[in-house]
């Protein structure tokens, strides 16, 4: 049993309420900013460190209240840039120390982990208010209109209990039928899991089953039953009190583009001005070269999806600022979304020394702000995105690299494909220190508003699904339960909630097996895991911490992480444990004296005496519990 763990007795801050006041600040403001200060750190004083036009300026803390066992300080920093680094210098026995977002050291420490102030909007509120959830459109459901469509040319019918190809030519080409009129016949499920916002993968015309390759962006498919579709989808989703964001690509088109043929038709055109040409001898294997030996860049080499180049004003016209440009005209009614998650955010306006990369994310939310003041803008960006997420473009990220990988490497089976996704090697199973390690080291990359809105997912149409990857039920009820207690928005890709399978993005791409759920369940469809994943919906829903607050780690251990989301009104305790560990105990005094924690979710054991809160070590297990 581990006592008094150390990581509470270690000076604390974050971004959220509980240390800062909530709230934009602007170019000039002085903004309080409050630590923790355990009285077992040793710490006698405290000085904030920001940085100013590159410039590092120290100024003294002052006590703040406190406990007998802690000690508050309360410092200023002045927002004189648009992001405004700091961090805490400790002094006590035993030297000075730095507390920044991703611990305490007592070295020297970069800047890359200072916490952050930013004047740019954070992400809108109602995005973080239920979770998102991504459907793949041709495999989700089909209509009885959708019986009526013939097969596109480019199409291999498949029935809907297939299982998906998940390499080769079939896996582009495998057709399944589902149509936008099919999600709203099923919105019911939705509805009942918690969702606030449903995400689409691409509803453009395209020669493949994911449409990332759009022939245009001027019509939504008609195999998905066309612009009424989307409509009729837009105003049922909105009805139900929910929101509805698309998915667009601005690195490239379709081969098949109108412009992409208008391109090739004539170089003098304003077409051909829209995408990068490239020497089509150049070793760069991202060149492909047209049938008339022309070269031009493409998305990794592939040259079905040319890239477009943003040095052109014609791509902003036609993107962007045109009065039919999509990026404006989808969020508009009929269609009205709410926003929009942009394929292959990290790559669009990055060609060689050209690097516009910033400045079409602003432009981009701009112009969605323009249609939707409180619209969304979410990047899909695999690698590290801090530095794209700090330019004041993209509202958030879908967090693979802070939270969907680490969770893997703690949970995934030695070996799985999901441990080591996107690396020609084996995965590796580690311990809970290296993921939470991970973790605070992509979250203070970015302000703190920003790791509150960041999209994190335990699987995409990209990965492969989280059951196949952990290997059992019980390691997918920890998933899901940091899933639902992590700061950030959680997002579930459609079937991960009755436990789908599959060992990469495109053997993933499962469809939905309806009649097993109207039956109750059956081998594509587990209901206990549906009821997991709807209590613990519920659960963060209902709490002001969990979908608000700061985060805290408590115990990190191999086996076992115990952390605390806290907001101005609320304590909540998470325990995650992916197999028996030795247990721990906690301090009493996260406990209001006199109170008892309220059991939220979970079967871990927690018990209150005289040593504090004792936690059982139960394996694989969860707790979740108010404790005020």
Known sequence: MTHAPHLLDLPHHDGSAVHVPPGTPAL????????????????????????????????????????????????????????????????????????????????????????????????????????????????????????????????????????????????????????????????????????????????????????????????????????????????????????????????????????????????????HGMYVWADPASDNTDVATTASGEGYASWLGFGSLPKLDWAAPETWHRMVTGPDAPIGRYLRPPFALDGWRVDVANMTGRWGSEDRTHAVSRELRAAVERERPDGALIAEHFHDAGADLRAGGWHANMNYTGFTRPAWSWLATEGSPAGAHGLPVAGTRRPGGAMVDAMREFDAAVPWSVTAAQWNMLGSHDTPRLRTAVGSDELTEVAATLLFTYPGTPVVFAGDEVGATGDNGEHARTTMAWDQGARGGGPRWDAGTLERYRRLSAVRRGSDALRQGGLRWAVVEDDAVVFLRESPTERVLVVLARAPWAGAVLPGRLLVPGGEPERLYGEVGLAVGPDGLTISGDGPAVGVFRLF
Request: aromatic content about 10%.
């Open 28 to 271: 000039g403001d002085a903004v309080p900013v409050r630590v923790r200060v355990p009285r077992a750190s040793g710490v006698e004083r405290v000085w904030v460190r920001s940085v100013r036009d590159g410039e590092p300026r120290l100024s003294e803390a002052v006590p703040d209240g406190g406990t007998d066992a802690e000690q508050w300080f309360t410092g200023e920093v002045v927002v004189h840039n648009p992001v405004t680094p700091y961090r805490f210098l400790l002094d006590g026995p035993g030297g000075y120390r730095w507390l920044d977002g991703r611990g305490v050291h007592d070295r020297d420490v970069s800047d890359d982990g200072d916490f952050r102030l930013t004047t740019h909007a954070p992400a809108p509120s109602w995005l973080g208010d239920g979770l998102v959830y991504q459907i793949f459109p041709d495999r989700f459901a089909r209509s009885g209109a959708a019986d009526g469509r013939p097969t596109p040319d480019w199409a291999v019918p498949a029935a809907w209990d297939d299982e998906p190809a998940g390499t080769g030519v079939l896996a582009g080409t495998q057709y399944y039928g589902g149509d936008l009129d099919g999600v709203v016949e099923h919105l019911d499920h939705l509805a009942a899991l918690g969702v606030g916002t449903v995400y689409l993968t691409p509803v453009f015309p395209g020669r493949s089953n994911h449409r990332y390759d759009a022939s245009t962006f001027a019509e939504v498919d008609p195999l998905l039953g066309g612009d009424e579709a989307y409509a009729r989808l837009s105003e049922a989703v909105h009805a139900r009190g929910m929101r509805l964001m698309g998915d667009i690509t601005t690195n490239h088109t379709g081969e098949g583009h109108e412009w992409f043929a208008a391109a090739l038709a004539d170089p003098a055109s304003p077409e």
